[in-house]
């Protein structure tokens, strides 16, 4: 309505400008008709009167006033001598002109004709007063011209009436044009939106109308559409819930998990530490975009923030990022529903060259990974890896500020020194951190020069979280050898500096999708258009998925899958192994010589046994999205994880679950965290290269009734043990610690005088 109103005004403003140029032009016109006629008639009657004035005829100039009425506007005239007495006054002006008018007096005194429009006696005229002269061409007297003007009035007010009918007939096209068009051009997409929203409160299937629909409802559309995202999330976890209570189960859902911590929290705030962000902003022309890497960190993780308003803490690393924070470098995420705090802590490329690339990934990744990858260790590295963990506490300090219970949780080898600087500053904080990748043995954790430092570090914390219960006696063992401290093995405490530390394993996993309605023949289908999307002629198709890096054993795999051709020659021109490699860590030489290491052995087995159409493998060197890689997980016979040495590895996880037809076979080195938990996969040596052929040839030999019995069993693993059953443990312990306030004060008070003794110094 609003909207009609305002065109209706917009129309009448519109019209009534143009109309009133219009409207000026035509009186303009009609008065200088006038002036034009009322000349020519004054110059022809004072001629006349004149030539009888000058022979003294005076009856004929009463004659002429007499004559000269109501023709063509003109009301009359009136003639005087010099004196200004009337000579002859048409007889309707007698009242009218006596005394004569001043206009007459100025064309006598001024010897020129004048002309004026006035009122006379309420009535509006022209008048035009000239000079008479006599035979010695001197002034003798004047002639008035009286013409009626008021017609020209009236003339207007009849064209603004035209006017206004015309205006009246535009608004009334107008309007009922745009009615029609809105009413067209609304009620299509208005009524799918609505069938849309009665679908989604309804719980039928629903289709979100097309984008042109929802273009002209744009800023409803940014509201509704996450509303109705919400919707759906809400009524699948309900419908999850009422299965699991059906089937007397207790599977944990994103819901079941936030409630849960909220409950554990009982109002105290969490506080996420991690080197990669959960949100990243680059800027792409003159727009920002934002992307979220593919974590499963986030998947577990941004459920519980988004229930107790939390704040996550990470390293800025998008070009955008410091667009997009206030002044505090905070921002409000999700951007489509903001429900958490993401702090943003911001590092030089210096800073992020020595504590990342330097001394996290060239030194604590392979000393952690037993891959034979000699570990460097340079003393600026280390120093940037001090300086960046401490400028993380200090970020954490002022997000925590005074808060009584905060519960902090760190995620992996990036910040080992974290938590000791956060315990020493805020010993009443519950602390935990989680290591994703593998803790070597003693002696091979002893390379490092600065292993007492590390270890000190993580004994901060409250909570010591690592994938296998292998890998905590590692630690445990660590401890034992390096530092001095009490540790209970019977319950997996370490206590140190008057402060106890638990060990626990806590196997990550995946999420675990709503099973699909996918068949054995939509799942062939798929498979033939990747295979003419890639180019190729296959029957059988291997997937591998992993960083290109030196510790996933992708070179051995690429080397048996050689192996496999060589001894089990039918499957030549029928088996292609897929290998999605992403780039990572490049700036350090020994991934970038990894790299085409990868793609040398790629090329040399493909030239050796390529034919026509087939070619054994297909390295896809850049990053996929999550998307990309399920599709390859669904239309692949088998799946290998042979990774040399690995915390716990979540691709053998992902392609399980991926399996909603329960088909597929994974083959997964020993050497893995996931080997302790999936039984059921084919295990390998990824060193012994015979004998991972051989698995080759059992997993495309296996019969169909193995095949799967077998993933179902792997898959009710997986769906029992998700992400949000990892996090839902590791966050609930550390919830279940009880912090001694006495430990806790005498701690900050030791604090308190060491910064106040430093200070002295």
């Not at 519960?407 to 935990?432: E, G, S, T």
Request: proline share 4%; charged share 25%.
């Amino acid at each position: 309505m609003r909207l009609i109103v305002a065109m209706i005004i917009g129309i009448t403003l519109v019209s009534l400008g143009s109309s009133w140029y219009e409207v000026g032009a035509e009186k303009d016109a009609l008065r200088h008709d006038l002036e034009r006629k009322a000349g020519t008639l004054g110059e022809s009657l004072a001629s006349n009167a004149e030539s009888y004035l000058q022979t003294g005829n005076r009856a004929k100039v009463e004659e002429m006033a007499r004559q000269y009425t109501n023709r063509d506007h003109l009301l009359g005239i009136g003639v005087y001598d010099d004196d200004g007495s009337p000579l002859a006054v048409t007889h309707s002006l007698d009242s009218s002109l006596s005394p004569p008018p001043q206009l007459l007096k100025d064309a006598v005194a001024n010897n020129r004709i004048v002309s004026r429009f006035m009122l006379l006696h309420f009535k509006r005229v022209y008048l035009l007063a000239a000079p008479l002269h006599d035979v010695d061409k001197n002034v003798a007297g004047g002639i008035i011209v009286v013409h009626e003007a008021g017609y020209i009035r009236t003339e207007i007010f009849r064209i603004w009436g035209r006017v206004f009918y015309h205006i009246a007939i535009q608004v009334l096209v107008i309007v009922a044009i745009t009615i029609l068009i809105l009413r067209w051009s609304l009620t299509g997409p208005i009524a799918r939106a609505a069938q849309w929203m009665k679908a989604l409160r309804t719980g039928r299937q629903a289709v979100q109308p097309s984008a042109t629909d929802l273009d002209f409802l744009l800023p409803l559309a940014r509201e509704v559409a996450p509303l109705a995202e919400s919707m759906q999330q809400a009524r699948a976890a309900a419908e999850m819930e009422a299965r699991l209570r059906n089937a007397n189960e207790s599977l944990w859902t994103a819901q079941r998990l936030a409630d849960h911590v909220r409950s554990k929290l009982d109002g105290s705030n969490l506080y996420v530490v991690s080197n990669r962000e959960p949100y990243i902003h680059n800027r792409r022309g003159k727009e920002i975009t934002v992307t979220v890497p593919a974590s499963g960190l986030v998947t577990a993780i941004e459920p519980i923030l988004c229930a107790c308003n939390g704040t996550w803490v990470a390293h800025g690393s998008g070009d955008a990022d410091v667009e997009t924070v206030d002044s505090h470098d905070r921002l409000q995420v999700p951007p489509e529903d903001p429900r958490y705090t993401l702090r943003r802590v911001w590092l030089s490329a210096e800073q992020e060259d020595g504590y990342y690339n330097g001394f996290a990934n060239e030194g604590l990744w392979p000393l952690c990974h037993i891959a034979h990858t000699r570990p460097t260790f340079r003393t600026s590295d280390w120093e940037h890896y001090n300086a960046v963990n401490a400028k993380f506490a200090d970020a954490l300090v002022e997000e925590i500020g005074d808060e009584e219970h905060p519960v902090v949780l760190i995620q992996d080898y990036h910040f080992a020194l974290l938590p000791r600087m956060l315990k020493d500053r805020l010993p009443h904080a519950r602390i935990a951190i989680f290591w994703h990748i593998p803790w070597p043995n003693p002696e091979s954790f002893g390379i490092c020069p600065w292993q007492r430092e590390l270890l000190d570090g993580l004994l901060g914390a409250d909570l010591i979280g690592f994938h296998v219960q292998a890998h905590c006696n590692n630690f445990l063992h660590s401890v034992d050898r390096v530092l001095e401290a009490r540790i209970d093995w019977e319950h997996f405490t370490v206590s140190r500096k008057d402060h106890e530390s638990r060990v626990r394993p806590f196997p990550i996993s995946v999420e675990f999708p709503e099973e699909d309605i996918d068949t054995a023949s939509s799942i062939e289908e798929e498979r033939s258009q990747l295979l003419s999307e890639l180019g190729i002629e296959a029957s059988f198709l291997g997937v591998g998925v992993d960083r290109l890096d030196y510790t996933k054993g992708i070179i051995e795999r690429l080397q048996a899958v050689e192996l496999f051709l060589e001894r089990y020659p039918r499957y030549q021109e029928k088996f292609t192994f897929i290998q999605i490699g992403a780039p990572t860590r490049s700036r350090i030489k020994r991934y970038a010589d990894f790299q085409a290491q990868v793609e040398a052995e790629a090329e040399r087995i493909n030239f050796r046994f390529k034919r026509g159409k087939w070619k054994p493998i297909i390295l896809q060197s850049r990053q996929h999205s999550h998307k990309e890689v399920t599709r390859y997980y669904r239309v692949a016979h088998l799946c290998m994880v042979t990774s040399l040495h690995d915390g716990m590895n979540l691709v053998a996880k992902e392609y399980i679950a991926s399996r909603y037809d329960d088909r597929g076979v994974l083959i997964l080195s020993q050497f893995t965290g996931a080997a302790r938990e999936l039984r059921d996969a084919i295990l390998v040596n990824p060193y012994d290269i015979q004998a991972t052929a051989e698995a080759l040839a059992q997993a495309l030999d296996m019969n169909i009734k193995e095949v799967v019995d077998r993933m179902k069993r792997m898959r009710r693993w997986v769906k029992e043990h998700n992400i949000y059953w990892w996090a839902a443990n590791l966050i609930g312990e550390l919830c279940d610690i009880r912090i001694d306030a006495k430990r806790s004060t005498a701690v900050a008070d030791k604090s308190v005088g060491r910064v106040l003794s430093r200070r002295r110094r």
